[in-house]
């Protein structure tokens, strides 16, 4: 498996979309469980995009849009129809975020990435 041309994802949502194995949100610093970084004790900043790999081809594409709202801390991500789901999680500050993030997605237009 090539590696992927994102920052590090800490806690993001992962699950399968359409056959790829896609993540989303998440942190590129790791944190303790109050949302603060384990380096420097100042909030993580949560991510909203998404990065997935096609296991038939290993090629890294962007499978669906940014979330409307950045979230970190997640354990899961579910595709059904035509949205995505993250539930709870984190969002910047830190705080918690109650609540479903749902996304209309294009699965039609899975876009490979470059390194």
Not at 17 to 28: E, I, K, M, R, Y
Not at 30 to 42: H, K, Q
């Amino acid at each position: 498996m090539p590696d992927h041309p994102y920052p590090a994802r800490y806690r993001a949502a992962a699950g399968e979309l359409d056959g790829l194995l896609a993540f989303q949100g998440g942190t590129s610093v790791p944190y303790n469980f109050d949302g603060l970084s384990y380096a420097t004790d100042t909030p993580s900043a949560p991510l909203a995009d998404a990065i997935a790999i096609d296991p038939a081809t290993t090629s890294w594409v962007t499978p669906i849009a940014d979330k409307p709202i950045a979230t970190m801390d997640h354990r899961g991500l579910v595709g059904c129809g035509p949205r995505v789901f993250t539930v709870g999680g984190m969002e910047a500050g830190p705080s918690q975020r109650r609540g479903v993030v749902v996304r209309a997605v294009d699965r039609s237009d899975h876009e490979p990435v470059s390194r």
